[in-house]
Nanobody
Framework: QVQLVESGGGLVQAGGSLRLSCAAS????????MGWFRQAPGKERDFVAG???????YYTNSVKGRFTISTDNAKNTVYLQMNSLKPEDTAVYYC????????????????WGQGTQVTVSS
């Protein structure tokens, strides 16, 4: 089993920044993809960003140039640095781990954190 715990969410004004963290523990997934997803009220859980074991990254178009995903392997932690935040970024953000065929499909991930709320005010 793999346990994922997110932190770093909060309330921020439009144009501001937040950094989310996801600490992983338990079984090591040496070939895992670590992903960030988000879910706004009444909407589906959408892909935000992903990173693999060789630090290749993939972003959804709406966050390119504003968000950066990274890892600290020594701390078993993945980060999501979010800059130039917009009200439409408001959602619960989830960390996920797995070996998905497609990075941007939520059901392909095996492990999920509990989520952290990000609210961007206008």
């Amino acid at each position: 089993q793999v346990q994922l715990v997110e932190s770093g969410g909060g309330l921020v004004q439009a144009g501001g920044s937040l950094r989310l963290s996801c600490a992983a523990s338990g079984r090591t997934l040496s070939d895992a993809i670590m992903g960030w997803f988000r879910q706004a009220p009444g909407k589906e859980r959408d892909f935000v960003a992903g990173i693999n074991w060789s630090s290749s990254t993939y972003y959804t178009n709406s966050v390119k140039g504003r968000f950066t995903i990274s890892t600290d392997n020594a701390k078993n932690t993945v980060y999501l640095q979010m800059n130039s935040l917009k009200p439409e970024d408001t959602a619960v953000y989830y960390c996920a781990a797995g070996v998905p065929v497609r990075w941007d499909v939520a059901r392909n991930y095996d492990y999920w954190g509990q989520g952290t709320q990000v609210t961007v005010s206008s």
